[in-house]
């Protein structure tokens, strides 16, 4: 077996999906080393389940946060506290060596040859690429490290109030140390170059090896059709579409038939139920009422966190059609009632 592993984490069932679908994407480039992920007691007893057929690894930790609202604001991700937990990776000395990929990341090619690079390698952030995005990074687990880090993170924070910010200050000298520690930006393409720089998107498209579906917006939260298998992409991430319908393909090849309805549903429970609805969905079926419930909460659920596809389906136009149709068949209303006499 080998002694080196790619490492996730999980804290709920929700980033438990993306996990699956990043670990059936590491198999189906054939990697050599082995699985691992990081979960929290929040993730639900049965999709711990699901993770321990596909990872050699189910390791529970306890939850780190940050606690740094005012740094999460500056992120615009106030959720993201909670990715201290990351840190617990160092914990994993049973490996010699790891890299460590977000949940919402998806590999497109082996790269196995990352595993020949040192502690602290990553590529660079798109929106500061002095700093490197912790989305993927190599490193060697080292109970030492774990403690240093966790000791940084009492005495200094994080700049971000997320584990990047942390390593980051932590890993200080990485942009100028040694230039073998900067990863090519093709093992950690952020789904934001489509329109940060499109134009290199385009040109490189087939090299990339790792796709980042960095932001807000993860594959799992956009809504998909059950009957066609094809995934709805919002109009401005027109160029993410093939990656984020390979997402929804490897779900549907891979992941769809191991969930099961006992996963929290949305209906009892916000977070992390949307694998338990997405069970129910009947792929390749006519629609449900199982469908329309699903894609009524996710379209919900993507407008509660922002991402509204305003020159797509949720354009004025679209909505305004929709408000005059609404109001178009509108029961007629009452009569009035005539007053009382002395009645103001
Ligand atoms: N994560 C998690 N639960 C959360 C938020 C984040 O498990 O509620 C983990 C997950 O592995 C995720 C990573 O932390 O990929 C970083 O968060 P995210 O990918 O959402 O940040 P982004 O890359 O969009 O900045
Ligand atoms: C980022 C990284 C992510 C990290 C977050 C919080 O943008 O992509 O991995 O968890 O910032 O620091
Ligand atoms: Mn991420």
Redesign the pocket.
């Known amino acids: 077996m080998s002694t080196y592993a790619w490492v ?5 069932d929700l ?1 438990s999906l ?1 996990a699956l679908v990043l670990a059936y994407s590491l198999k189906r480039v054939s990697t050599a080393h082995q699985l691992a992920i990081l979960i929290t007691p929040t993730v639900s007893e049965s999709m711990r389940n699901k993770l321990k057929d596909v990872f050699n690894v189910v390791q529970e930790v306890n939850v780190l946060d940050s606690q740094d609202a005012a740094n999460l604001a500056l992120l615009a ?1 106030p ?2 506290g ?2 201290f937990t ?1 840190i617990h990776c160092w914990r994993l000395i049973q490996f010699e060596k790891c890299v460590f990929l ?3 990341t998806l590999v497109l090619q082996n790269c196995d040859e990352l595993f020949e690079r040192e502690e602290l390698s990553a590529a660079p952030d798109v929106g500061w690429p002095d700093c490197f995005n912790s ?1 993927v990074f190599v490193y060697r687990p080292s109970l030492d490290t774990f403690s240093k880090i966790t000791q940084f993170a009492l005495e200094k924070g994080s700049f971000d109030g997320g584990d990047q910010g942390l390593l980051n200050s932590y890993f200080s000298d990485w942009a100028t140390s040694d230039i073998s520690r900067h990863l090519p930006f093709l093992y950690n393409t952020c789904s934001t170059a489509t329109y940060s720089y499109l134009p290199a998107f385009k040109q490189f498209a087939d090299r990339i090896k790792i796709l ?1 579906f ?2 807000r917006m993860k594959p799992w939260l956009l809504n998909f059709n059950s009957q066609t298998r094809i995934v709805y992409t919002p109009q401005e991430s027109g160029y993410l579409h093939p990656y984020l319908q390979f997402w929804w393909d490897l779900f549907c090849d891979n992941v769809h038939e191991k969930l099961t309805e006992d996963m929290p549903d949305f209906i009892n429970q916000e977070e992390g139920g949307l694998a338990g609805a997405l069970s129910k969905l009947r792929l390749g079926e006519p629609r449900s009422p199982e469908q329309e419930a699903y894609e009524q909460h996710i379209r919900r659920q993507c407008w509660e966190s922002g991402n509204i596809d305003y020159t797509g389906r949720d354009s004025f136009d679209n909505i305004w059609a929709r408000i005059s149709e609404t109001l178009s068949s509108a029961p007629p209303k009452p009569a009035e009632t005539p007053k009382e006499p002395g009645s103001m």
């Open positions: 996730t984490l999980a804290t709920n980033y993306g991700r959720e993201l909670i990715t990351k977000d949940a919402d989305g980042h960095i932001g």
